[in-house]
């Protein structure tokens, strides 16, 4: 496994780490245990977590499968996320007094004395940056956190992030979490970049898969069983498939072509793609199935076969490449 430094810090991950959204509840807790065990077996380091993730059972399911594996505390890195904590006013955004009792709560639940990487999941307009600065700089003093971050922020956001830090002499942020993959390119090779050169952030990013549309699995269709066929997703399921979808099932069919060239499967294709782009600190897996994640993590080693003409062909297949004119 490769592990890559977290932006400027000297915090090492592994450039795939696993992530509990969707699939962690009780009900799946004996397959997630499965992932996890193979996932650290294989050298990933990186578990992330929420406190939305299954109203909070994700972080109880995960932190059940720490304890009875046993590992060492200081060889794996957890993360949890506050922004969507409950109904009542004082349960969500990112306010002084959520973000405490947030992190509170996932510690509970994680059974941990601290958590490696706390994200504010999202933007909160209700709320002065310099609030939520000085709430996770708290954290980290008092030892809770150790880094933080944030979570699909505007760069103008993180920018004014770090400019509150850096006039109170308080802990900026280290790492974003942005989505990216094939279809969803800008904001890491475009609008992030001059976080990534000014601020040296790491990025820990999500769906590489795009919730398994870069699986293939879709093309013929919705399989039962499989994410956009949830009930409650729908939402998802209408991002993907609308009346762009044979476009969409086009490309897709090349990049298919183009992996069994290579002798990758097309979740291998997507997943190296994501690892080949520097600016990523660790591409977070999402698995249903053992299997699954087995055929993912393997990407670690094949990545390699993404030279750069692979690269090229690969963007003129998507036609998505952003625009050095926009860069800023
Ligand atoms: N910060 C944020 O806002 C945010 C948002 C979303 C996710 N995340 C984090 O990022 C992690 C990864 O995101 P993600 O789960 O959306 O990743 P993803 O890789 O885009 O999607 C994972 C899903 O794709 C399918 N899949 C994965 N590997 C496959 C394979 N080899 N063959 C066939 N299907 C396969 C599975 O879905 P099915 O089997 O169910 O079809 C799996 O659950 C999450 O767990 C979470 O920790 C963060």
């Known amino acids: 496994m490769e592990y890559r430094k977290l932006g400027q810090s000297g915090l090492f991950v592994s450039s795939l780490s696993y992530g509990s959204w969707i699939t962690f509840d009780h009900q799946a807790s004996e397959t997630q ?3 996890m065990f193979a996932a650290y077996d294989a050298g990933v380091n990186f578990f992330d977590n929420a406190e939305v993730y299954s109203g909070g059972e994700s972080e109880t ?38 973000v405490f009792d947030a992190c509170h709560a996932a510690l509970k639940r994680l059974q941990l004395d601290y958590i490696d990487l706390y ?44 400019s509150v830090a850096r006039e109170y002499g308080l802990v900026g942020p280290t790492m974003e979490q942005p989505q990216y993959n094939m279809l969803k390119r800008d904001r890491v090779e475009k609008e992030y970049l001059r976080l990534f050169k000014n601020y040296g952030m790491g990025s820990t990013i999500w769906s590489p898969l795009a919730s398994g549309i870069l699986t293939g699995k ?59 782009n520097q600016n990523v600190s660790t591409v977070i897996l999402g698995a249903s199935k053992i299997d699954q994640l087995k055929e993912t993590l393997a990407a670690d080693e094949l990545k390699k076969r993404l030279t750069a003409d692979v690269m090229g062909t690969i963007d003129r297949i998507l036609e998505n490449v952003p625009t050095p004119e926009s860069l800023f």
């Open 119 to 162: 994200f504010c999941h999202r933007p909160d307009a209700n709320t002065p940056v310099e609030e939520t600065v000085r709430a996770m700089n708290d954290l980290i003093h008092q030892g809770k956190v150790l880094y933080w971050g944030t979570s699909e922020w505007p760069a103008d956001l993180v920018t004014q992030a770090h």
């Open 61 to 98: 399911v995960m932190g059940d499968i720490l304890k009875s594996a046993g590992w060492t505390r200081d060889s794996y890195i957890v993360s949890s996320k506050v922004f969507w904590g409950g109904n009542k006013p004082t349960q969500k955004g990112l306010s002084r007094k959520h």
């Open 218 to 276: 879709y093309i013929n269709g919705i399989p039962v069983g499989s994410r956009l066929s949830k009930p409650g997703l729908e939402w998802l399921r209408d991002i993907y498939i609308n009346d762009q979808v044979d476009s969409l099932n086009g490309k897709i069919k090349k990049l298919q072509t183009l992996s069994s060239e290579l002798g990758l499967t097309l979740p291998q294709l997507g997943i190296s793609w994501c690892a080949q």
């Open 33 to 35: 245990k499965q992932c």
